[in-house]
């Protein structure tokens, strides 16, 4: 009985921890930041036209704390107002109007895509070509985003689009306006589509994360020449081995001398 009621005891013990363990899994993925959200479906004269999402969006003025954005842009119940959003056949906005955030009076974000033609590669490809944040009703940072791209019937996406250094700073403070060197601004997860939205759904996405990164190619170039220099070195190495080689076994030629010669020096002596 004793060893029954143990039994028992481990197994209600076992269960209590899986429970706990799920539990926690769960919260955890249902904290902000943690859970992908749907994508934010942005319309245009009743069509669909950009679709976005992150699984967080943070930003930072100066050395004020951080705010994250996410749930006010995401969520089921969100706040954010996509008015002022636009788009045509070569250009797409997306408006994020915030309002009032702690410190911030009236911010929005703003995202400016082009969609252009390239005969080099024969199809359109669209680019993100800036991020606005517009704050306290006047003031405006503005980001350069032109590294953001991809062809016009896929959409991009990022683990990072961000102002960051660590982050490969994607987004580049302009050199008009000395605002945006204050802000920190950061998506992360970053998936959006602009043109040729045919449903709620994204295209094939078109990632940043590419093989051939300026490091990697000049690594592989800095190998190219070593490996060059190397097969030089042993080509030189093999061809000295083989005069060396020649050398040893050449026969020595054995001219006969005439018998004038021989005669000229018995005359000699």
């Not at 107002?81 to 797409?92: E, I, R, V």
Request: overall charge neutral; aromatic content about 12%.
């Amino acid at each position: 009985n004793i060893f029954l009621m143990l039994q028992k005891f481990s197994i209600s013990n076992k269960c209590c921890s899986f429970e706990l363990h799920i539990h926690q899994s769960m919260k955890l993925l249902q904290s902000p930041g943690m859970l992908l959200y749907s994508p934010l479906s942005v319309s245009y004269n009743g069509k669909t036209c950009i679709l976005f999402r992150a699984r967080k969006l943070a930003i930072r003025y100066r050395n004020h704390s951080l705010v994250d954005l996410t749930e006010r842009t995401f969520s089921p119940d969100a706040p954010v107002d996509t008015k002022g959003s636009f788009c045509s056949k070569d250009k797409a906005i997306l408006n994020l109007r915030f309002g009032d955030v702690e410190d911030l009076r009236g911010l929005s974000i703003r995202l400016q895509m082009s969609n252009t033609f390239y005969e080099s590669a024969g199809q359109n490809w669209f680019t993100l070509d800036n991020v606005y944040i517009h704050y306290n009703w006047t003031y405006e940072a503005m980001f350069n985003a032109t590294d953001v791209y991809a062809p016009s019937t896929n959409s991009y996406h990022c683990q990072h689009v961000s102002s960051l250094q660590k982050y490969d700073t994607l987004l580049v403070p302009s050199a008009n306006t000395d605002h945006a060197a204050s802000w920190h601004i950061t998506f992360t997860d970053f998936q959006i589509q602009a043109f040729n939205v045919q449903s709620s759904k994204f295209a094939a996405a078109s990632d940043c994360a590419t093989f051939f990164t300026p490091a990697i190619l000049m690594g592989l170039i800095t190998s190219l020449i070593l490996l060059l220099v190397l097969a030089y070195a042993l080509h030189m190495v093999v061809h000295l081995k083989h005069i060396d080689r020649y050398e040893e076994h050449k026969t020595t030629v054995y001219f006969p001398r005439s018998t004038e010669a021989e005669s000229t020096e018995k005359n000699n002596l």
